[in-house]
């Protein structure tokens, strides 16, 4: 078998799982939607075909006051617990286990009646929380048992305690957010019982036969969290108290140090899980950029766990764990850490989903069924848009040829991969590839079909993208200015004094480019440790500035914050980034010409020269359409707003209809 150790089955006692595969939380934006439980059952049932061995829900609350926001996600009534049947149910019928996540928010939520240990803001919300009176406090611990109960009855297999993150339980532990004075603050033994408590009374609410999971926060990453040895502690008493599987989650979501974007190696924080090794009996579980089989094989072979978690991997692929077990390395749609169409979703109140593979989260809406009307099909342009169209019409029974002008296939996304933390959309790239050649599409690479050509098809779709756009700047054909593409293949030498038109995704991400070749190298996980501050015990530190190589001034019209175009998961650690290598940033910018001086703009009326060896062209898009056709998707269609996420799945829509 080409990955023994996450095929090993594991005995948790009352129930051997099949292998090392777990589905963490994830919210999905489903869990207050009207129709929701059922595109849960959906997409749960899906993928425990696909083969995970464990799965958990995302995070309900025990009680109202811990909701994550005004539309109640709840296990807290006899309603709730019918509700949640047709989940169970329908992943039981699929083979498979799940477990309901108890999350209360505490400070976190977003709504009036927020309640915490201590009365104290945090700098991710701007409400305030009530501070939690004892008797409150009981009656919470109370409602994480009841709450549990209610999950055994609903048909669940398990519930995993949320006690990482910064939630609630996180709340009570650290000293940097619990200032109590009674027995539930000061010292670590008062500020535990809480945790403590809460699985003792959930064990006691579900007898012995059922999976209690309890996800620990192994990594803090914020001053004032608790430091590695009182971790341990809290390990060892939670197993105490009741806990068969010790889940790991890494940092608060208020930390500011990337935990699950692209800037974090694969794997990279699964020594803080290793650290509890010895801590515990029970198995342990690593968590965090776990994104391909071989990332979890390392982590169980090296012993740092016994089981690894995988969230957002399952949306990229709901069958991984069968592809792996199977060995087909190269069947698996790799999730790229993108976050854009699921995390960054979920911040703006939309459900998620998933850039590489559209159908998640849309399991009962986009359905590909085989055609009984087979068609000749001619798709033109390989990059996602029509990558994911030829793949799912070809899969469906139509007869697919893909025309690419280039001489490989991937568009855009042969550029985003050469920017700092995107290389895996290289493993795109790759995997579309070889689906399209398992779906016998016939690919033509270096050509551009004729229209005699494409008369002999019975249907034409044009996904020809984008070109960047030229602005009208007096002196663009001076040879300091340069377009991004040319950067980004390398292609254009880059001055010391760097002047970049436009802020959008592409600006800043060139920026980023230019500086990662000077002084990053994030995909070595101690190099990321240690540009991040982190010690091997879990402590912060203040970085050593960087040495940058280029001196950027990054410039645009419009007078929006910067960055407001990026993934609210994301854009912060970019613009951060930016911040610590001295990139000066203007906005409200007119530009005026540019010659051998550089860039001169007007700035509030007043005229201005932005030194410059190299002006970078980072202007948006304009769509690439040079002839007409009855289907056109991706950037051909709409430059404006264009990233690959629309592209796929504007892509996977007409493939569904054709
Ligand atoms: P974009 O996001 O539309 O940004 C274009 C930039 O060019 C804006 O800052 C705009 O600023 C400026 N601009 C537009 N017209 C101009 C003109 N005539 N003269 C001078 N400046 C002009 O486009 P992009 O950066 O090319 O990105 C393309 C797509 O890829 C985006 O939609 C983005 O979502 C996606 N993408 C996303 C990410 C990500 O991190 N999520 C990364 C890369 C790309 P002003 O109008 O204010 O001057
Ligand atoms: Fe992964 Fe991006 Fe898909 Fe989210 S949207 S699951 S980060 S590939």
């Not at 207050?32 to 958990?56: I, S, T």
């Not at 940097?176 to 010292?187: I, L, Y």
Request: hydrophobic content about 45%; some cysteine.
């Amino acid at each position: 078998m080409s990955y023994p150790h996450l095929f090993r089955p594991l005995d948790l006692g009352h129930v051997t799982l099949p292998n090392r595969i777990m589905m963490g939380s994830m919210h999905t934006g489903l869990e207050e939607r009207p129709d929701g439980m059922q595109r849960l059952a959906a997409f749960y049932a899906e993928r425990a075909r696909g083969g995970a061995a464990l799965m958990v829900t995302g995070g309900f609350s025990p009680d109202a006051a811990g909701n994550l926001g005004p539309h109640p996600a709840m296990m807290a009534s006899g309603a709730d617990r019918d509700r949640h049947k047709v989940i169970t149910r329908a992943v039981h019928e699929a083979g498979g286990r799940i477990c309901l996540q108890l999350l209360h928010a505490g400070r976190y939520g977003k709504h009036p009646a927020i309640v915490a240990p201590s009365a104290l803001k945090s700098p991710i919300n701007p409400i305030v929380p009530r501070e939690m009176t004892a008797a409150e406090i009981e009656r919470t611990l109370d409602a994480f048992g009841a709450s549990a109960a209610l999950a055994r009855e609903a048909g669940y297999d398990g519930v995993e305690v949320m006690g990482s993150e910064g939630y609630l339980i996180t709340q009570f532990l650290a000293p940097r957010t619990n200032q109590r004075a009674d027995d539930w603050g000061g010292s670590l033994a008062n500020r535990m019982r809480f945790a403590l408590e809460a699985v003792r009374r959930t064990r006691a609410a579900v007898g012995a036969d059922f999976i209690l999971v309890y996800r620990i926060s192994a990594l803090e990453l914020v001053e004032g969290g608790l430091p590695g040895e009182e971790i341990v502690q809290l390990a060892k008493g939670v197993e105490a108290a009741g806990a068969s599987l010790l889940n790991t989650g890494i940092g608060w979501h208020e930390a500011r140090i990337p935990t699950i974007s692209q800037a974090v190696p694969r794997g990279g924080f699964a020594w803080a899980t290793r650290r509890l090794r010895n801590a515990v009996k029970i198995p342990l579980i690593a968590s965090n950029r776990i994104n391909a089989p071989e990332v979890g094989e390392q982590i169980l072979a090296r012993g740092d766990a016994d089981m690894v978690s995988l969230a957002r991997a399952l949306l990229a692929d709901a069958e991984f764990a069968n592809k792996a077990k199977a060995g087909d390395r190269a069947a698996i749609n790799i999730c790229i850490a993108c976050n854009q169409a699921c995390l960054d979703h979920i911040f703006v109140g939309r459900f998620a989903s998933c850039l590489v593979n559209p159908r998640a989260g849309r399991e009962t809406k986009l359905v590909f069924e085989k055609t009984s009307n087979r068609k000749n099909i001619a798709v033109i342009g390989g990059g996602p848009a029509g990558l994911c169209f030829a793949a799912i019409a070809a899969e469906r029974g139509h007869a697919v040829t893909l025309y690419e002008k280039d001489a490989q296939l991937g568009g855009q996304f042969n550029l985003a991969k050469k920017i700092p933390g995107k290389q895996e959309f290289a493993e795109s790239v790759a995997y579309f590839a070889e689906r399209l050649r398992r779906a016998g599409v016939e690919v033509m690479l270096n050509t551009i079909p004729s229209s005699d050509t494409l008369k002999n098809y019975d249907e034409v779709v044009l996904a020809t993208g984008v070109d960047a756009r030229r602005p009208a700047i007096p002196g663009l054909e001076h040879p300091s200015v340069v377009g991004y593409a040319d950067v980004l293949a390398g292609r254009a030498e880059v001055g010391e004094k760097v002047a970049i038109i436009g802020m959008g995704g592409i600006g800043f991400d060139v920026a980023l480019y230019l500086l990662e070749r000077s002084s990053r190298a994030t995909l070595d996980p101690q190099a990321f440790l240690s540009h991040w501050g982190i010690s091997p015990s879990g402590s912060l530190s203040q970085p050593a500035p960087a040495a940058p190589a280029h001196r950027i001034t990054m410039l645009k019209r419009s007078s929006t914050p910067f960055g407001d175009t990026l993934g609210k998961t994301t854009g912060w650690v970019h613009r951060a980034e930016l911040a610590r290598n001295g990139v000066k940033m203007l906005k409200g910018v007119e530009y005026r010409r540019i010659d051998d001086a550089g860039l001169h703009i007007a700035l509030d009326g007043k005229e201005q020269l932005v030194p410059a060896d190299t002006v970078i062209l980072c202007a948006g898009q304009v769509s690439r359409r040079a002839i007409e056709a009855p289907h056109v998707i991706g950037g051909a269609r709409e430059a404006g707003e264009l990233d690959a996420k629309r592209a796929m799945l504007e892509g996977a829509e007409l493939a569904a209809r054709l």
